[in-house]
């Protein structure tokens, strides 16, 4: 069964303080693998497509890297508008669809 | 228009009444779909559509839940006699169909069923 862990649930750090989020996977033939953030009362932002193992993106801060298990988004040097639950999301399979992680709550305190 | 557009953005009703809550895609989408996310949770698979068609509809909690989509563009999902539990932000999404399209999400329908 395709399925998607992220974790931790929630991380706290400080603001310049770095780290990464992780996001493993179960799916038979990925096509790929998504980031997204989520702000409260608004819908979840794209950020990144990762299609294969090896493969890295990166966009301000962020940077997302995958392997044939899991995926990381690496936080660096964050900021407090960085705070934000960030969800990670596979397609693979016989169709097209999305398989969701439950999300990371990242807090950055000034 | 240029992103997906979800209304009413709100919505209060009463236990027991229906409501219609509508998704107009990207232009070109054929792949939509529509979440559910409680207050503090992920999100959970309701329904996909590609083109006219919904290949799963696994999601659906009930058979009070149902949607449809027309013309390969606007969306409707209606909730029959809404009980609280009900309560919830109502999302949609809607991408190209293919390999490793991202999908773009509506700001979401914040259904309160008092």
């Known amino acids: 069964e395709d399925q998607v862990t992220q974790s931790p649930e929630a991380l706290r750090l400080q603001e310049g303080e770095s780290s990464s989020l992780n996001c493993s996977y179960t799916?038979?033939?990925?096509?790929?693998l998504f980031w997204y953030r989520q702000d409260p009362g608004k819908g979840p932002e794209f950020l990144f497509t990762l299609y294969s193992a090896g493969e890295e993106k990166e966009k301000e801060r962020l940077k997302a890297t995958l392997t044939k298990k899991e995926s990381f988004l690496h936080i660096t040097a964050p900021k407090p508008e960085d705070s934000a639950t960030y969800l990670c999301?596979?397609?693979?399979?016989?169709?097209?669809?999305?398989?969701w992680g439950a999300g990371t709550k990242l807090i950055i305190k000034p | 228009g240029a992103g997906v557009s979800q209304s009413p953005s709100n919505k209060v009703t009463e236990k027991g009444k229906d409501v219609e809550l509508r998704c107009d895609p990207i232009?070109?989408?054929?792949?939509l779909y529509w979440y559910r996310q409680r207050l503090g949770q992920g999100l959970e698979f309701l329904i996909y559509?590609?083109?006219?068609?919904?290949?799963?509809k696994s999601g659906l909690p009930s058979d009070r839940f149902s949607a449809e989509r027309t013309g390969e563009s606007v969306s409707t999902l209606t909730i029959q006699r809404t009980q609280q539990e009900d309560s919830a932000v109502y999302l949609c999404?809607?991408?190209?169909?293919?390999?490793?399209?991202?999908?773009?999400f509506g700001q979401g329908t914040r259904l309160t069923v008092v």
């Open positions: 999404a809607s991408s190209w169909v293919g390999e490793g399209t991202e999908a773009f």
């Open positions: 232009s070109g989408h054929t792949a």
């Open positions: 999301a596979v397609q693979g399979g016989s169709n097209y669809q999305l398989i």
């Open positions: 799916v038979s033939g990925l096509r790929g």
């Open positions: 559509f590609q083109g006219n068609s919904a290949p799963d």
